[in-house]
């Protein structure tokens, strides 16, 4: 003879009060960013090591934070923008060999100021953050009216 099966006793079903904040799949872009270091660069040109003042990492970490849940769309609004690698400077194109970074055909640059940017390999809602550039050195810009 068959048991039959055990089915959990309650008084009455749970209520759900709470709802999802956001309700874009987090593999697709146009949710909110989150970052990840994994792939932080720890040698080379353009890498995390760089920095001498503590002050500078803290600047750092502080915009990473003030950015962090926009969308790429707000990204980009505040002038952040996707640049193909061919248009990278050479050395910044090595290393990305190197790092075996070479099949990526962009990288985000994501601006703090004038000069200084962070790049990113960018994956869905994912920003994985790659260089510091503070001398603007790994896409310099061409100069206006030249």
Sequence with gaps: MAKKP???KV???PIVRKTAKFETDPTIKGGPISWRFSHAD???PFAWTCFDDAG???DVLSHLTSVEGLSEH???KGGSHPIEVYKL???ARDRLEE???DDLDSLFSLRMTGKRRIFCIHHGNIMRVLWYDPEHQVC???LKHT
């Design 11 to 13: 008084a009455q079903a």
């Design 74 to 76: 707000d990204l980009i």
């Design 89 to 91: 400077a050479k050395p």
């Design 42 to 44: 720890r040698a080379g």
């Design 6 to 8: 055990k089915q959990p």
């Design 99 to 101: 790092l075996q970074h």
């Design 56 to 58: 500078v990492m803290a």
């Design 140 to 142: 310099p810009a061409a």
